[in-house]
């Protein structure tokens, strides 16, 4: 993994003007131990490896607590369940990595899969699939004109995009669900290739998509660039505009692609396909170590993320535990998850309070 | 009839009345019902529901933060509200709803400023949790309340629009007049400013996250009230309604303002809208619709003046 060469540390306002982050802080008083320690970057770390780490850790707990989690069909469901937020995730995390973010993924999904699920039995799985991500794509560019060109704040622009395409999806289906079971459609969604399942490798293409173009490509650097500082980049030259505009088509083409797959998956698709998508995806990419505030973050930890939401789920049902419950864990690791790097900045900054008690 | 001259006044005034006006006007002749005073009661007494949690929202919108967790923390105090009122009393268990509420908020408030996790993922944590507890506390069920009609004044009459009332006139004094209100919008304009001069943006950001919560219980309390039956499910979606209705009022995103009247209006001409389709038979379907083009549409011309304004100002 590569970082671009541009500033990139930092990007949460609250943190740059703390005390015990500002120069004072790094003068010859303090340690050697103490500035080992913070070369070492926890932040960086944690951010890239933290989830994967935990993921390693939830594995090999589950497999000792539950014999019937390590074979070989449950992994296979559990990487299969990962796929349908993940994908979608993507592209979140290409949105958030450049500062702004899209809440209308679940109205998008909705109306995407119920497109591929509609028009498969009659034009074929190819047609299904490219019309869902077209689909995906041109509300992307929706949301991308109305945030660039009218300058709208993402939140609002997709929160009313998310009541327009939600309510549109209802009339144009009329609140029907559109079923289809046809071999090669579904094969999609619940096929495997050897143990893996095929939602699960076009997940790992797309995150691999995705990586290529955040840490290969000039886009990419823009995305990072813009996350960090917008206007810093635009007097830089960045073409901040057509970057963010591409960005919300590229959030939209992920999103269709993984509706079509979940269609596939439940051979259907209904206007009110899955309440809370948006905020299930946006907790994924989150849980992930990208930040919020934008300018870090990265695919792998994406992945990380969206496979440990599915193991904990897949954990707690094969230990009959209550659907209800499983939701207050959900919260709870995200919490835990997110808490952990200003749990580490606090007791930084008491640290070095203790070795400078003068000031 | 008004003038363009006086229009154009009322328009910069606020954009939301203005569009309330016209939309009213409009369904008054499209539809003999509308302007009738039983019906002009319900399109309030809905307004008020989702008025009260937006009013909360103001207040945490112009402090820099939102709030994500409304929709369950109303869910989870009406169903605590709707067990605990055979067994204390109406008014104890109404009160206990409501300071629940604010408790959940308070833990929200804990959760940004000492776990220092941002706003959008500590509520939307809490959103999950205080959901999976409702619906744990509910074993998933109806809870109803039988014979208890004391509870049902909650959502009977003018008692939501009141306390709706009530609560704006409480708000714009806080805000407008106390020191708290001072802070809460130096916050939202500036934290580390605020921080640096001496506002003790914590404690300022518990108090905005308890009064959400607290008002977010509220509307719970009457959503549970109008079917005297508590349920996990109830109220879900209603965090982004809520943070609509304060955007339509025009309290902008970025915090450090807040426009109590318009959160009014905006809750208002959501409600009258939907209501006006409803009486032209037109398909729920369309609310929503119409709903997110009120929004984009409102935020474009916000957008249009301010490139005008900028446009003016620098030729």
């Known amino acids: 993994m590569i970082e671009p060469a541009l500033p990139v540390k930092s990007a949460n306002p609250l943190r740059t003007v703390r005390p015990a982050k500002t120069d004072e802080t790094v003068n010859p008083e303090v340690g050697q131990a103490s500035r080992a320690i913070r070369n070492l970057d926890w932040d960086l770390l944690w951010e890239k490896f933290g989830i994967a780490t935990v993921l390693a850790f939830v594995w090999i707990l589950a497999a000792l607590a539950t014999p019937r989690f390590a074979n070989l069909d449950n992994l296979a469901s559990v990487l299969r369940q990962s796929a349908f937020v993940g994908v979608a995730a993507v592209g979140m995390t290409i949105a958030i990595i450049a500062g702004t973010f899209d809440l209308s993924v679940g109205s998008t999904q909705a109306l995407s899969a119920w497109t591929a699920v509609a028009i498969a039995p009659y034009f074929g799985v190819l047609p299904a699939f490219i019309a869902a991500v077209a689909v995906g794509g041109t509300i992307g560019l929706l949301n991308g004109s109305l945030v660039v060109l009218v300058r709208i704040p993402a939140f609002i622009a997709t929160l009313g995009t998310m009541f327009l395409i939600s309510g549109l999806t209802f009339i144009l289906t009329n609140g029907q669900t559109a079923r289809f079971n ?96 948006e905020l299930n995806v946006i907790a994924t990419v989150v849980l992930g170590g990208t930040r919020l505030a934008g300018g870090r973050g990265s695919m792998f930890g994406t992945v990380a993320a969206a496979i440990l939401f599915a193991t904990l789920s897949n954990v707690l049902n094969l230990n009959h535990v209550d659907a209800f419950v499983q939701r207050v864990a959900v919260g709870l690791v995200l919490l835990l998850a997110l808490s952990v790097e200003g749990v580490r900045q606090r007791l930084v900054e008491r640290w070095n309070r203790r070795q400078r008690p003068s000031s | 009839m008004l003038s363009k001259r006086a229009v154009f006044a009322l328009f910069r005034l606020s954009p939301v009345g203005l569009t309330l006006l016209v939309v009213g006007v409009v369904f008054t002749l499209l539809t003999p019902t509308f302007l009738t005073l039983n019906n002009l009661l319900n399109v309030c007494t809905s307004a008020s529901v989702v008025a009260i949690v937006g009013l909360g929202m103001t207040l ?12 369950s923390t109303a869910a989870f105090a009406g169903c605590i509200t709707m067990s605990l009122v055979p067994q204390i009393g109406v008014m104890p268990a109404i009160v206990s709803g409501v300071l629940s509420g604010g408790l959940i908020g308070w833990v929200n408030g804990l959760i940004v400023t000492e776990l220092r996790v941002p706003a959008f993922i500590a509520t939307l944590g809490m959103l999950t949790i205080v959901r999976g507890a409702a619906l744990i506390y509910t074993r998933g069920r109806d809870i109803y309340l039988f014979g208890k009609t004391e509870y049902k004044m909650l959502s009977s009459g003018m008692t939501p629009v009141l306390l709706a009332l009530a609560l704006a006139v409480l708000f714009s004094v806080l805000l407008g007049q106390t020191r708290f209100g001072r ?33 977010a219980a509220l509307s719970g309390l009457i959503l549970s009230a109008q079917v005297l039956t508590g349920n996990g499910r109830l109220a879900t979606g209603l965090e982004l309604s809520a943070i609509a209705v304060v955007v339509l009022g025009g309290t902008p995103l970025t915090g450090g303002k807040a426009s109590i009247p318009g959160t009014l209006l905006g809750s208002l001409l959501v409600a009258v809208i939907n209501n006006g389709l409803n009486l032209l038979n037109v398909s729920v379907f369309y609310q929503n619709v119409t709903l997110g083009l009120l929004l984009l549409g409102a935020l474009t011309l916000e957008a249009l003046a301010a490139h005008r304004t900028l446009n003016r100002a620098t030729a």
């Open chain 1, 182 to 277: 046809g071999k090669d459609f579904v094969w999609w969604g619940n096929g495997l290739i050897g143990n893996i399942p095929v939602p699960f490798i076009l997940f790992l293409f797309c995150a691999a998509i995705g990586a290529f173009i955040l840490h290969r490509t000039s886009f990419g650097r823009y995305v990072f660039t813009i996350g960090s500082n917008a206007g810093a980049a635009y007097v830089a030259g960045v073409p901040v505009g057509r970057t963010i505009l591409f960005v919300f088509v590229v959030v939209g083409l992920f999103t269709g692609l993984g509706a079509a797959l979940l269609g596939s998956r439940l051979y259907s698709a209904g206007p009110g396909l899955e309440p809370g998508f």
């Open chain 2, 60 to 71: 945490a919108i112009a402090s820099g933060n939102f709030d994500l967790s409304v929709g």
């Open chain 2, 183 to 215: 802070h809460i919008l130096a916050t939202g304009s500036n934290i580390i400013s605020a921080r640096r001069v001496g506002v003790r943006t914590s404690y300022v950001l518990w108090g905005v996250f308890a009064i959400v919560g607290a008002t």
